[in-house]
């Protein structure tokens, strides 16, 4: 146990493996948890008491689609009432304009809502769903209409990096504060879209310059970072291992990131067996890479290493096979060469179940 351990500042609470939509670049486990599985309302309540008792800050509600969740009112309500800022991440489908209004009333906090691209149809068979598009205008201006703030989510890849102008434009004109750009991640589901999702170093460059021109005067915050696939410089996955996010499955299992179940040899520890202060404190999935000292070289002399920590395990393991190996996207591993490999042209999506 490390002696000056903080509380996490966020638990992302995944309520759901359900989602009426298909992205390509889900980043969901391959074999989703069953509805059967699922924590019951009561379960998820006692962990927000206890989130809030250790020190969390800020609820994330996400899935799969939380809405697919009867009890999500009552959920928000609980959360809002143990002091907790929620925030729902949702794709929009599933939320009505009184379901909307109770969320509201029931404390909810903010919204960040996903959209797939500016242009409806593109949209909609990223989607993977008819009519996606259009539900996420009228729920933009539903959530707005509720008096909640609206974070537009934006995940970019080779389809719809053309037109990130225009997304950011929509997202505006949906009445966002604030507009959140993500470069597709490749683990779960994305990772069998990789080469029809990978967008070429230039189309990837030109979106950087792009928001660089356009923040300033965009009306709207813009957070974007340079994708994975062109930086010489890893980020510090979720802040960190097991430093600042406990992200819960549907069943409760409590990972230290949304792809930590890809490591072999890792230990999850669940919300049924154990209280989230202990999962935080002793599970030995969220020791395995905390702070620096499990770093091998070159991590372990470099300046940056409180900085990244590392960057990411399950990238590591992804493309060197071993999760405790420096980020390839760092320019000190050798293997930075497998980051980007070369765009394959591959234009048709696998969707999950079809
Ligand atoms: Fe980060 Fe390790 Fe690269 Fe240093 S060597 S920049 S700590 S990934
Ligand atoms: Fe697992 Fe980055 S996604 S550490």
Known sequence: MIEDLQPPLGLLAELTHRCPLACPYCSNPLMLEHRSDELDTATWCRVFDQAAALGVLQLHLSGGEPAARPDLVDLVAHAARAGLYTNLITSGLGLAAARIDALAAAGLDHVQLSIQDADDPSADRIAGRQGAARTKRRVAADVVAA?????????????????????????????????????????????????????????????????????PGAGIAVDHVVPDQFADTPKPCMGGW????????????????????????????????????????????????????????????????????????????????????TDPVCHRSPHHHRVAPPPRPVESYVYRGR
């Open 147 to 215: 008096g909640l703030p609206l974070t537009v989510n934006l995940v970019v890849h080779r389809a719809n990096l053309p037109r990130l102008a225009e997304m950011i434009a929509l997202a505006r004109e949906m009445g966002a504060g604030r507009v959140e750009i993500a470069h597709a991640q490749y683990h779960g589901w994305a990772a069998v879209n990789r080469a029809a999702l990978l967008p070429d170093r230039q189309a990837a460059l030109d979106a950087v310059r792009l928001v660089e021109r356009l923040a």
């Open 242 to 325: 097991g430093r600042r996010v406990i992200n819960l499955t549907p069943s409760g299992r409590a990972l230290p990131c949304h792809a930590a179940e890809t490591i072999p040899g890792l230990t999850f520890w669940s919300v049924r067996d154990h209280a989230l202060d202990r999962i935080w404190a002793e599970s030995p999935a969220f020791r395995r890479f905390r702070g620096t000292a499990w770093m091998p070289e070159p991590c372990r002399s470099c300046d940056r290493r409180s900085v990244d920590f590392g960057g990411c395990r399950c990238q590591a393991l992804a493309l060197t096979g071993d999760a405790a190996a």
